[in-house]
DNA sequence: AGTAAAATATTTGATAATCAAACATTTATT
DNA sequence: AATAAATGTTTGATTATCAAATATTTTACT
């Protein structure tokens, strides 16, 4: 690896883990301070619209049913997720946030929406194209890695 | 949040997603199929070259030391790191990687070595550099977000 | 020199995230 | 009606994590 690009690198990990801690940190102070980010994540795979099945949320999120089964029931505790058998289809769980668990989702979306300010803010026209590009280019290829392990 | 700016939100989300379920999956299917993505990181704060304390190590982490004593015992027993007493000052414990730890970390240096390769070949220089203007930028807006949340 | 304080690691007890496999319930098929 | 398939939940296990308690060793102080 040359210099230029094991610099690219370093950056690379050092903004994938500092975004994971300051993101925990961020909630962990904020008005939701009972979520952890894998809840958070859980509402996000939850969704504000749709009422989505147990199973289709699993696969969404790539865990297991019974993986959402435990998480669902705590953040029904917390009051984040409402849970309700489908009338049609009895066997069928539907999931969906509580108003609670769609305010915290809002005011996560914030954080993101500030990196991406802060980010796409100081750019140019041409450096935001560039950026656009590079990042379709990467989503691209590890898109194509992704499929590669996943079945393949 | 504007149309570009979701599609960069929702590329990074993306992004980020896949590479940590493919690098997990790549690790699975490797040589090194006993290592976990968190026991590779492990490897990762130890480091190559010099022999680190445990308190180092874990500092290095962002982890507590116990957390990082439980799974150095881990690794210890699965043949990667090596844990030595300190002769000079005989609370230190120093670990290092075996051979086999090493060649773990740079199997797994590899994929990233891949990652970045194919991100930055097809670029122009000039491309080239604006990638690393846009990293350093954004390296810089996490970093002062994590010092924020961590000290402020 | 002898004791108290500080530094370093480990152990313990607890919680969360995760999976695979066993189980229960409901619907679909034959 | 009986069997198979689909959907969720429960169970048992492993891993990652922390804070607090404990053990060992070194440093500082009197």
Redesign the interface.
Known sequence: ?NE??????D??????D??L??EE??LR?GSFSDLSIAEMHTLEGIGLYETRTMSETAANL?ITTGTLTVAVDRLVRKGYVERRRDSSDRRVVRVCLTRKGKLAFRMHNKF??L??????G??SET??Q???K??????G???D??KR??LG
């Open positions: 690896m230029y690009d094991s610099t690219i690198n950056l690379l990990l050092d903004i994938y500092k975004i801690v300051t940190k961020a102070r790539g993101h929406k990196l991406v300010d802060r980010i796409v100081p750019l450096e935001r560039m950026l656009l590079l990042l379709q280019q990467i989503a290829f590890v898109g890695q992704y392990y996943n």
